[in-house]
């Protein structure tokens, strides 16, 4: 295909060389000068026909005309040989009237046997010629005796006359042999005989040569202008005599026959050459201008190709964020509208995936901002290895990232995108040179079912990402009916959370926690109530997490601190003296530097002794940020303030840190205790964490228990404390109080029921 292709552009090539034309024109020209050639040779050809036609007409008229001339003196022959007695006077007369018939005599004569003229006419003019012997040679006596013996005729050939001038005797004997009584000579002037025998129009055009024995003897208008290279000769059948005749045609009767056609030929046809090199001259010029043409569009076209290319960059620059190089939001959006448009039309389902790097913000404070952009762009890397045409992965800020998914066939599509999101935080990430387990938490609305426009759809994935956030991250969350609501709800407690610590609408419930030994109540878990003005008394889940997302936790958890320790400073003095209460610490509010500080402040204005107060820390402290949490802890431990691990065999972390955190208690977290005295493993499991903090030097509690059956099997395993609905629910100071007065809580097992 490439050959054929430039074979044809080296015949293109070799058809707009210069030369073309030139090679053109040549070859008309070599055609025009054969053409001509061959007609001009066969217009000569041609014209010597016509020559030889003529010299042939020329000499037969001349061997008639002498034949006649030859008759004419054999009559008079004749007549002599008939009359032998005739006078001079008679013989002259008949003569005379042969003169008047045959102009062309220069004279008649009658000559002796002895050859010498002796009768004469006409006389004038001839005079001297009487008595003149016409075998003046030997050749001319011989010949004149055989025609004498033979009675043939005798021709002189041309010869110098006596009477001046060329021209030619014809003899005929009068009587042959002995008899012979001499002869008729008619003598011819050359000149005359020529005129007489050739037509004017030969003379005119004609320069005749008669040679005679090949010998030139005669010449009829030399010293005219001939076309000497056409000449045409031809034997003239004469008795005795060996002539031929040449003609020589005048220019002008050859130019008069020449035939116009060679030139008119050679003209038309390179006239044509010129025509045909002129316009392949002209075709040359157009396509080679078409060439530069198309050669400056191509130009154009590529300048217009190198600017949509700068445009195209410029509109990538536009859309893509600068840090992580994902596209950046208003791109997204604007490809979400067109993916939706699509999607309408081919019925298809489009996934819309909010997510959020959980616990960024907390990196991003404690950690800079530098490792903040080194941790998002390692994350945006992952993810943009799942973007091909049907994913759009976006950076829309902060720590959220946007994933459009836009062919979605079922919800297993989906499903499998979320696998393949999670799959990117499976291993730790590398930043600063240091290994970060990184978890994140999505929402997912999907269209058409949670929303028909862009806008909606992305408030909907929000919203199920809050959900999501909600129920612990690390996990994703579709958006499904009811969700909006719960999200206005949200967005409402939000505004509310920020009025409730001013007007005071917080509360303490406590949970007593029962020492299994001793069946006596020793501490008790602070766990926050809201009570809010239009809602009611909620719990913790529906505002934790909130103040956790807006920062307000640290305030709230001051707060605690501070209720908590006027609590204990209530029951100063009481018989409730000995208590001690256990708050709860997010781990965001461990980040607060001023923890230490404020608590020891709290403990001091109260007055209150800090092992009276404990601190309940869930795991995930030990993920992120352990130089950090473990300072504060120690702090708070030296400090005298207990420490306990809650919601202990639900989190991510190895045991190891409970060899270096300064821990007093763990707290088994209920997941556990729910079904221990069922499920073979949450007993195992239970018993190890016992017999782990055990060795280790820690107490150990267990949180909801709700069955005589659960505290059996715990205090048979010697767990040392044991919290849940089976004691008490979660109940204002006073309830708790009373409870403890009255001793109407459930605090050890009936001595009959135990097996
Ligand atoms: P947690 O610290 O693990 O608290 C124990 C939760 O278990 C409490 O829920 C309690 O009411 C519940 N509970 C206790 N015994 C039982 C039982 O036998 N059965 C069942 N089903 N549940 C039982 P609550 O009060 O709703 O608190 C939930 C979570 O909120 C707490 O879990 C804690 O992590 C958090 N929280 C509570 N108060 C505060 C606070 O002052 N500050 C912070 N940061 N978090 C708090
Ligand atoms: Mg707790
Ligand atoms: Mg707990």
Redesign the pocket.
């Known amino acids: 295909m490439e050959k054929r292709e430039s074979e044809t552009n080296k015949v293109v090539k070799g058809l707009l060389h210069p030369v073309f034309p030139v090679l053109i024109l040549v070859l008309f020209l070599g055609i025009a000068s054969v053409l001509k050639f061959g007609i001009d040779r066969q217009d000569r050809h041609q014209l010597e026909n016509n020559l030889a036609n003529e010299a042939q007409a020329v000499a037969v008229n001349l061997e008639r005309e002498f034949l006649a001339h030859v008759q004419a003196i054999r009559r008079m022959a004749k007549r002599l040989e008939a009359n032998p007695d005739m006078t001079e006077e008679l013989w002259s007369q008949d003569a005379r009237n042969y003169l008047d018939d045959f102009g062309v005599y220069q004279a008649l004569e009658w000559i002796d046997p002895q050859f010498v003229i002796r009768w004469l006419e006409p006389v004038s003019g001839n005079e001297e010629v009487i008595g003149y012997n016409v075998a003046f040679s030997p050749e001319r006596r011989k010949a004149l005796e055989a025609a004498q013996a033979n009675g043939t005729i005798d021709v002189s050939g041309v010869v110098d006359l006596r009477q001046g001038g060329t021209g030619l005797v014809i003899y005929v004997p009068v009587h042959s042999g002995d008899e012979n009584k001499g002869f008729i000579a008619g003598v011819f002037l050359m000149e005359t005989l020529a005129r007489q025998l050739l037509t004017s129009r030969v003379l005119d055009d004609f320069h005749i040569s008669i040679f005679e024995g090949g010998a030139l003897a005669y010449e009829l208008n030399a010293g005219r202008e001939f076309a000497t290279d056409y000449s045409h000769t031809v034997e003239v059948d004469l008795p005795t005599v060996d002539w031929s005749l040449s003609i020589t045609p005048s220019t002008t009767w050859v130019n008069d026959r020449k035939s116009i056609w060679p030139w008119v030929t050679f003209i038309s046809i390179l006239f044509m050459g010129i025509m045909i090199s002129l316009t392949t001259l002209l075709v040359q010029i157009v396509l080679k201008r078409n060439r530069a043409l198309l050669k400056t569009r191509k130009e154009l076209e590529l300048e217009i190709d190198q600017r949509k290319a700068v445009q195209q960059d410029l509109v990538r620059l536009e859309s893509t964020d600068a840090l992580t190089g994902l596209a950046n939001r208003r791109f997204f959006m604007e490809d979400l509208t067109h993916t939706l448009s699509i999607a309408d039309r081919q019925m298809r389902q489009v996934a819309l995936v909010m997510m959020d790097l959980d616990r960024f913000q907390v990196l991003n404070d404690t950690l800079g901002h530098q490792f903040g952009d080194e941790l998002l762009i390692k994350v945006s890397e992952r993810l943009n290895s799942l973007s091909n045409e049907k994913i759009l992965v976006a950076y829309s800020g902060g720590d959220e990232f946007m994933i459009c998914q836009q062919h979605v066939d079922s919800l297993d599509d989906v499903i499998y995108l979320l696998g393949q999101i999670k799959q990117c935080f499976a291993e730790p990430f590398e930043v600063q040179n240091q290994a970060h387990g990184i978890t994140a938490t999505m929402g997912i609305a999907l269209y058409p079912q949670s929303g028909l426009d862009t806008d909606t759809l992305l408030r909907n994935a929000d919203i199920a990402l809050y959900r999501a956030k909600d129920q612990g991250r690390n996990t994703y969350q579709f958006y499904t009916e009811g969700m909006q609501e719960r999200e206005v709800m949200r967005l409402e407690l939000d505004k509310d959370l920020s009025q409730a610590l001013a007007n005071n609408e917080f509360v303490l419930h406590f949970q007593p926690q029962v020492d299994l030994e001793s069946a006596e109540i020793h501490s008790a878990e602070a766990l926050i109530r809201w009570q809010h003005p239009q809602r009611g008394l909620l719990p913790p889940i529906d505002f934790i997490p909130l103040a956790e997302e807006s920062g307000r936790i640290t305030e709230i958890g001051r707060w605690v601190v501070m209720a908590a320790c006027e609590q204990l400073a209530r029951w100063r003095g009481t018989a409730f003296e000995q208590l001690r209460i256990a708050v709860n610490l997010s781990g965001r509010e461990l980040d607060d530097e001023g923890l230490v500080d404020h608590i020891q402040e709290a403990l001091e204005a109260h007055n209150v002794p800090p092992g009276q107060l404990e601190v ?1 820390l869930t795991e995930e402290i030990f993920i992120q940020n352990i130089e950090h949490n473990l300072n504060q802890l120690s702090r708070l431990h030296k400090l005298g303030v207990h420490l306990a691990i ?2 202990f065999g639900v989190g991510y972390s190895s045991l190891g840190y409970l060899r270096d955190f300064p821990v007093d208690l763990l ?1 088994i ?2 997941s556990f205790i729910t079904e221990v005295t069922e499920r073979h493993d949450d007993a195992v499991i239970t018993r190890a964490v016992i017999n782990l903090a055990h060795n280790l030097g820690i107490r150990v509690v267990a ?1 909801g228990v709700e069955t005589m059956e659960q505290l059996a099997f715990l205090k048979d395993h010697h767990c040392d404390l044991a919290q849940g609905y089976l004691i008490s629910r979660p109940v204002p100071a006073a309830s708790l109080e009373k409870a403890l007065r009255e001793g109407t809580m459930v605090t050890d097992i009936p001595a009959d029921s135990r097996i």
């Open positions: 309940e809650d919601d707290k977290d209920r949180e």
